[in-house]
Every structure is written in structure tokens, then in C-alpha cells.
């Protein structure tokens, strides 16, 4: 997969909008919420332009019900792809565009996690200009490998991750 960290698009929003409206569709009453994550819903975060999505369920074993509406949509239905208690959805193959990251509504670690970087970063412009400057040089640096892209971030991740919920406990 190519990595590649783009400047901010004002585009990524309504993306976020339009996909989560046919996810919404699929899942119907078992949805009880659906939020924009990760670094495209953060205005002025440099990002990969991949929408990440998170639906919060009712019953996790529920979803494998709906693989093939989500097939439909262009999705391949991972499972929990290494993280108990979520279903994994990515869209594009190799020029992914979409990954949709479902949790059970009672998952409140993996949720608030999720949330409270979103919500930081968003908070913290200084912390997001720093964290863009990370995911862009690690991107120079491995364009053609995710997975020396990823282990480079992650403990600017783990420590971000920290601060978020910090920060999200006072409030």
C-alpha cells in the first residue's frame, strides 16, 4: 500500500457524511450511533485521505449478518482483524478510501479512546500540527511500506492517546 499524507481537504467531511448515511441504511435499528474518527475529522490535521468511521451497535454479533450489504457498498469484511469486540470493514483495496471500525455500545474503552484523540486533537491545534509533521515525514520516509509507517507513529500514537484521555477524564 502507498502511503501518502495529504494537507486537510474540506471534502473529507461530506465524504464522511454521504458514506455514513448508506452505512446507517444497512444497519438500520440495530445503529445506535455513528461518528466521524480518526485524523480526516480533524480540520487541519495532514492525514492519509482514508474516512475512518465508527458505528456504535447494539449487539457486535449482529453485524457478520450484514457482510453482504456491505460487499455491496465495495467493502471487505475483515472481522475483528486483531481487536476483540470490533468489526473491521476497509474500502478501495490498495487506494483505500474508507475503513469503518464497529464497536458495541457497552465498548466504552475502545469508543472513548477513539473519541477523545478526535476530540483532543481537535482541541489542541499545536497537537495536531505536530502529529501531521510526524505522519508526513514518516510518510517521505517509508511511502511504499505501511508497516514501517505505522511503527513509527505508534508511540507518538500510545503517548497522544494518553494525553487525549487525560484531558477527556477532566472534562
Same mark, same amino acid.
Given at each position: 500500500?502507498?502511503?501518502?499524507?495529504?494537507?486537510?481537504?474540506?471534502?473529507?467531511?461530506?465524504?464522511?457524511?454521504?458514506?455514513?448515511?448508506?452505512?446507517?441504511?444497512?444497519?438500520?435499528?440495530?445503529?445506535?450511533?455513528?461518528?466521524?474518527?480518526?485524523?480526516?475529522?480533524?480540520?487541519?490535521?495532514?492525514?492519509?485521505?482514508?474516512?475512518?468511521?465508527?458505528?456504535?451497535?447494539?449487539?457486535?454479533?449482529?453485524?457478520?449478518?450484514?457482510?453482504?450489504?456491505?460487499?455491496?457498498?465495495?467493502?471487505?469484511?475483515?472481522?475483528?482483524?486483531?481487536?476483540?469486540? =470490533?468489526? *473491521?470493514? !476497509?474500502?478501495?483495496?490498495?487506494?483505500?478510501?474508507?475503513?469503518?471500525?464497529?464497536? $458495541? +455500545?457497552?465498548? /466504552? @474503552?475502545?469508543?472513548?479512546?477513539?473519541?477523545?484523540?478526535?476530540?483532543?486533537?481537535?482541541?489542541?491545534?499545536?497537537?495536531?500540527?505536530?502529529?501531521?509533521?510526524?505522519?508526513?515525514?514518516?510518510? =517521505?520516509? *517509508?511511502? !511504499?511500506?505501511?508497516?514501517?509507517?505505522?511503527?513509527?507513529?505508534?508511540?507518538?500514537? $500510545? +503517548?497522544?492517546? /494518553? @494525553?487525549?484521555?487525560?484531558?477527556?477524564?477532566?472534562?
Amino acid at each position: 500500500m502507498h502511503v501518502v499524507v495529504t494537507a486537510y481537504q474540506d471534502d473529507w467531511e461530506q465524504e464522511f457524511e454521504e458514506e455514513s448515511h448508506k452505512i446507517k441504511e444497512i444497519l438500520g435499528n440495530e445503529l445506535v450511533h455513528i461518528y466521524h474518527i480518526g485524523s480526516t475529522a480533524v480540520p487541519g490535521l495532514k492525514a492519509k485521505p482514508i474516512i475512518d468511521i465508527m458505528p456504535v451497535v447494539k449487539e457486535i454479533s449482529k453485524i457478520d449478518s450484514f457482510n453482504e450489504q456491505m460487499k455491496s457498498l465495495g467493502y471487505e469484511c475483515m472481522g475483528e482483524l486483531g481487536m476483540k469486540g =470490533r468489526r *473491521y470493514f !476497509r474500502k478501495g483495496g490498495d487506494h483505500r478510501t474508507h475503513q469503518v471500525h464497529v464497536f $458495541q +455500545e457497552d465498548n /466504552k @474503552k475502545d469508543i472513548t479512546r477513539h473519541l477523545a484523540v478526535r476530540d483532543y486533537l481537535r482541541a489542541h491545534p499545536d497537537e495536531a500540527a505536530l502529529y501531521g509533521n510526524v505522519k508526513e515525514s514518516l510518510a =517521505r520516509q *517509508y511511502p !511504499r511500506d505501511i508497516e514501517s509507517y505505522m511503527d513509527g507513529k505508534d508511540a507518538f500514537v $500510545q +503517548e497522544l492517546e /494518553k @494525553k487525549a484521555l487525560a484531558w477527556h477524564n477532566m472534562g
